[in-house]
């Protein structure tokens, strides 16, 4: 072949055959896959793809279950629900284009008639506070708009009128603190075993009773199962329905009366306070309160950031329950356990004589009553009906000197430094100063890190640059330093003075109750625990609290002088640095077979007879039903404890 001749050649017979075999070949393998890919989904998955069909025709659409209401001893509603409608929007389900998903926004505004930047900032925070569950926008919807919107489903995805329950409070704000309120269940909190069943966007108990007993409030929810269309609108009949269970109602010791006459009493002087009326027998909170309260419907949906953030941040903290987060020192009322640690070590009998002239010095420092008042030579029994300090420093050196720490011990037999146990989360535990506890502050005191917890919530650190000494335990004699106890804890401790030695577990429910009014669970308290007080401290210490509210002379008789009902009371004076005093009231009535325990603390409140006393006893009148024209005026100066 010469160089640059066209060498192009037929193929030849057999390259020709090659290709068409290759070709045939492949073609029944497309042709065997195909079938076998047919047969596979005709079948074998055939079934499967029905059922897949036949679901996708089907919609589960969610029952609400009501919560159980809550009512107090007698039946009286406290909390209960109502139905709205609620106008929702879910963030993830809007359109997801920018300008269609402004337009839809833009919409909404109009028809809902709120503006494009409340919905958006509506949006905004709520996402912030609650970012799993749906965004309510308004309550109480028009029904007009629920069908306008539900006709237009195309136009406005993720956006929904729904039927909800919603907290509902017959008494406002009453017993705000004790009942707490519901929230939408959050993304972890779904992960726990005690939220299984429940969707975003559920409610939950989130503070106080709602969520100490939610368990028995939160209802099951119910499902119907229907037929729907293609654009996923109900149509035809229900194919099944589990209906909703609705949770039980939660009965309490409280008495609304009382609870009334309570805030109405601590409230009265517009300081921060808080009170507890309770038996004595068994621990039955018949009243409990803590001034400034809160609106509990603040964290019903439409929630705002602006009010909540109001409460937060107010200096006066109407969010904290003082009755049982709140720890003080507890001034005077005390004293009742320095008497009894006294008297069962022996150091003092009932009827030792101690001279008060009304100043003591002691290792350099001057320790006075209170108005420097001289007592002359008291007992136990008118050391208490006075109030004197100077009985009570003397008999704290003695438990000092003593060892044992025999003050401590018994503070903290009778719960002080320890939680109550009461059925309501946060309690504060308090602190009971010991020698320990000073020594190692002081030794930690170059640490900033070990000033924390407990001693910040309760002292901010207190003084940390000492190590203890017996003028700690003269302050702890008369309820002064650094002890800290809740107005709950003295309730306690009383209580026990007036029972005999039972310290009891408050509480405040006591069955839960189906919607017939049938007791299906029985709330008992835990098992009481019994401190061994003598017959002759408990009588002694007892005659000495009556004197004092009923006696003149007494520090309370200006009070309690004219009450029909005798009662053995006591008051407190907490002084606290850069602070005016904290009045405080405790007292058990009747005194000869004390019933109930009743204990007030107002803070910046002065003496004890000036605020809490009086406060104390509009509790009591409501207690034995007592009308003011029966007490009878005694005049006379407060004392000044």
Same mark, same amino acid.
């Given at each position: 072949?010469?160089?640059?001749?066209?060498?192009?050649?037929?193929?030849?017979?057999?390259?020709?055959?090659?290709?068409?075999?290759?070709? #045939?070949?492949?073609?029944?393998?497309?042709?065997?896959?195909?079938?076998?890919?047919?047969?596979?989904?005709?079948?074998?998955?055939?079934?499967?793809?029905?059922?897949?069909?036949?679901?996708?025709?089907?919609?589960?659409?969610?029952?609400? @279950?009501?919560?159980?209401?809550?009512?107090?001893?007698?039946?009286?509603?406290?909390?209960?629900?109502?139905?709205?409608?609620?106008?929702?929007?879910?963030?993830?389900?809007?359109?997801?284009?920018?300008?269609?998903?402004?337009?839809?926004?833009?919409?909404?505004?109009?028809?809902?008639?709120?503006?494009?930047?409340?919905?958006?900032?509506?949006?905004?925070?709520?996402?912030?506070?609650?970012?799993?569950?749906? #965004?309510?926008?308004?309550?109480?919807?028009?029904?007009?708009?629920?069908?306008?919107?539900?006709?237009?489903?195309?136009?406005?995805?993720?956006?929904?009128?729904?039927?909800?329950?919603?907290?509902?409070?017959?008494?406002?704000?009453?017993?705000?603190?004790?009942?707490?309120?519901?929230?939408?269940?959050?993304?972890?909190?779904?992960?726990?075993?005690?939220?299984?069943?429940?969707?975003?966007?559920?409610?939950?108990?989130?503070?106080?009773?709602?969520?100490?007993?939610?368990?028995?409030?939160?209802?099951?929810?119910?499902?119907?199962? #229907?037929?729907?269309?293609?654009?996923?609108?109900?149509?035809?009949?229900?194919?099944?329905?589990?209906?909703?269970?609705?949770?039980?109602?939660?009965?309490?010791?409280?008495?609304?009366?009382?609870?009334?006459?309570?805030?109405?009493?601590?409230?009265?002087?517009?300081?921060?306070?808080?009170?507890?009326?309770?038996?004595?027998?068994?621990?039955?909170?018949?009243?409990?309160?803590?001034?400034?309260?809160?609106?509990?419907?603040?964290?019903?949906?439409?929630?705002?950031?602006?009010?909540?953030?109001?409460?937060?941040?107010?200096?006066?903290?109407?969010?904290?329950?003082? @009755?049982?987060?709140?720890?003080?020192?507890?001034?005077?009322?005390?004293?009742?356990?320095?008497?009894?640690?006294?008297?069962?070590?022996?150091?003092?009998?009932?009827?030792?004589?101690?001279?008060?002239?009304?100043?003591?010095?002691?290792?350099?420092?001057?320790?006075?009553?209170?108005? !420097?008042? @001289?007592?002359?030579?008291?007992?136990?029994?008118?050391?208490?009906?006075?109030?004197?300090?100077?009985?009570?420093?003397?008999?704290?050196?003695?438990?000092?000197?003593?060892?044992?720490?025999?003050?401590?011990?018994?503070?903290?037999?009778?719960?002080?430094?320890?939680?109550?146990?009461?059925?309501?989360?946060?309690?504060?535990?308090?602190?009971?100063?010991?020698?320990?506890?000073?020594?190692?502050?002081?030794?930690?005191?170059?640490?900033?890190?070990?000033?924390?917890?407990?001693?910040?919530?309760?002292?901010?650190?207190?003084?940390?640059?000492?190590?203890?000494?017996?003028?700690?335990?003269?302050?702890?004699?008369?309820?002064?330093?650094?002890?800290?106890?809740?107005?709950?804890?003295?309730?306690?401790?009383?209580?026990?003075?007036?029972?005999?030695?039972?310290?009891?577990?408050?509480?405040?429910?006591?069955?839960?109750?189906?919607?017939?009014?049938?007791?299906?669970?029985?709330?008992?308290? @835990?098992?009481?625990?019994?401190?061994?007080?003598?017959?002759?401290? !408990?009588?002694?210490?007892?005659?000495?609290?009556?004197?004092?509210?009923?006696?003149?002379?007494?520090?309370?008789?200006?009070?309690?002088?004219?009450?029909?009902?005798?009662?053995?009371?006591?008051?407190?004076?907490?002084?606290?640095?850069?602070?005016?005093?904290?009045?405080?009231?405790?007292?058990?009535?009747?005194?000869?077979?004390?019933?109930?325990?009743?204990?007030?603390?107002?803070?910046?409140?002065?003496?004890?007879?000036?605020?809490?006393?009086?406060?104390?006893?509009?509790?009591?009148?409501?207690?034995?039903?007592?009308?003011?024209?029966?007490?009878?005026? #005694?005049?006379?100066?407060?004392?000044?404890?």
């Amino acid at each position: 072949m010469m160089f640059g001749q066209d060498d192009t050649r037929a193929p030849t017979h057999s390259q020709f055959a090659l290709r068409v075999t290759f070709l #045939v070949g492949f073609a029944v393998v497309a042709f065997v896959a195909i079938f076998f890919r047919l047969w596979f989904l005709q079948v074998l998955s055939g079934e499967a793809y029905l059922r897949e069909a036949n679901a996708n025709r089907v919609r589960e659409i969610k029952i609400l @279950a009501p919560r159980g209401e809550i009512l107090d001893r007698r039946g009286h509603v406290l909390v209960d629900n109502r139905t709205v409608l609620s106008l929702q929007v879910r963030p993830d389900k809007l359109f997801r284009a920018p300008q269609e998903r402004k337009r839809e926004l833009s919409k909404l505004s109009e028809v809902a008639g709120m503006s494009l930047r409340k919905v958006k900032k509506d949006i905004r925070e709520q996402i912030k506070l609650l970012p799993a569950s749906p #965004v309510t926008l308004q309550q109480n919807v028009d029904k007009d708009l629920v069908y306008f919107l539900r006709e237009r489903q195309d136009e406005f995805p993720g956006i929904t009128a729904e039927q909800v329950y919603v907290r509902n409070y017959p008494e406002g704000t009453l017993g705000a603190h004790l009942f707490g309120f519901v929230s939408e269940v959050g993304p972890e909190q779904l992960k726990e075993p005690a939220y299984d069943g429940l969707d975003p966007g559920d409610r939950i108990g989130a503070s106080g009773l709602e969520s100490q007993y939610d368990n028995v409030l939160r209802g099951r929810g119910g499902a119907v199962r #229907v037929q729907v269309d293609a654009s996923g609108e109900p149509r035809g009949r229900e194919l099944s329905r589990v209906e909703p269970q609705a949770g039980d109602n939660l009965v309490l010791t409280l008495d609304e009366k009382v609870q009334r006459a309570g805030e109405a009493a601590i409230s009265q002087f517009g300081l921060p306070a808080a009170f507890v009326a309770m038996k004595v027998s068994d621990g039955s909170i018949l009243g409990m309160g803590s001034y400034p309260t809160y609106d509990p419907s603040i964290y019903t949906p439409p929630v705002s950031t602006k009010l909540l953030e109001g409460y937060q941040n107010n200096e006066t903290a109407p969010l904290t329950d003082r @009755a049982i987060q709140s720890g003080y020192p507890t001034g005077s009322t005390f004293k009742l356990v320095t008497a009894t640690a006294g008297l069962e070590a022996s150091l003092i009998t009932p009827t030792t004589p101690v001279e008060d002239a009304g100043v003591f010095n002691y290792a350099g420092q001057e320790w006075i009553n209170a108005g !420097r008042a @001289a007592n002359g030579t008291v007992d136990m029994t008118s050391a208490l009906r006075v109030s004197s300090d100077i009985y009570f420093y003397k008999l704290g050196i003695a438990l000092e000197d003593a060892g044992k720490e025999a003050l401590q011990t018994w503070a903290s037999d009778f719960g002080f430094g320890s939680l109550t146990g009461v059925d309501l989360p946060s309690e504060g535990a308090g602190l009971v100063p010991s020698p320990e506890w000073r020594n190692k502050l002081y030794e930690d005191a170059a640490d900033p890190g070990s000033c924390s917890g407990t001693q910040r919530d309760y002292l901010g650190c207190g003084e940390t640059d000492r190590k203890w000494s017996v003028g700690d335990n003269m302050n702890l004699s008369v309820g002064q330093g650094d002890l800290s106890a809740t107005p709950l804890q003295l309730a306690v401790a009383y209580a026990a003075m007036g029972n005999g030695g039972n310290i009891v577990r408050p509480h405040l429910a006591d069955r839960a109750e189906n919607a017939l009014g049938q007791a299906t669970q029985e709330i008992e308290p @835990a098992a009481q625990r019994h401190i061994d007080i003598s017959a002759e401290a !408990r009588s002694t210490i007892l005659e000495g609290l009556r004197e004092a509210a009923m006696e003149p002379g007494g520090t309370s008789y200006p009070v309690f002088g004219g009450f029909p009902i005798e009662i053995a009371g006591k008051t407190g004076t907490a002084e606290k640095t850069l602070q005016e005093d904290q009045s405080w009231y405790a007292a058990l009535a009747p005194y000869d077979d004390p019933k109930y325990v009743v204990i007030v603390t107002v803070e910046r409140g002065g003496f004890g007879a000036q605020t809490a006393a009086p406060a104390a006893r509009a509790i009591l009148s409501q207690l034995f039903d007592v009308g003011s024209s029966q007490i009878e005026d #005694v005049g006379g100066a407060l004392g000044a404890d």
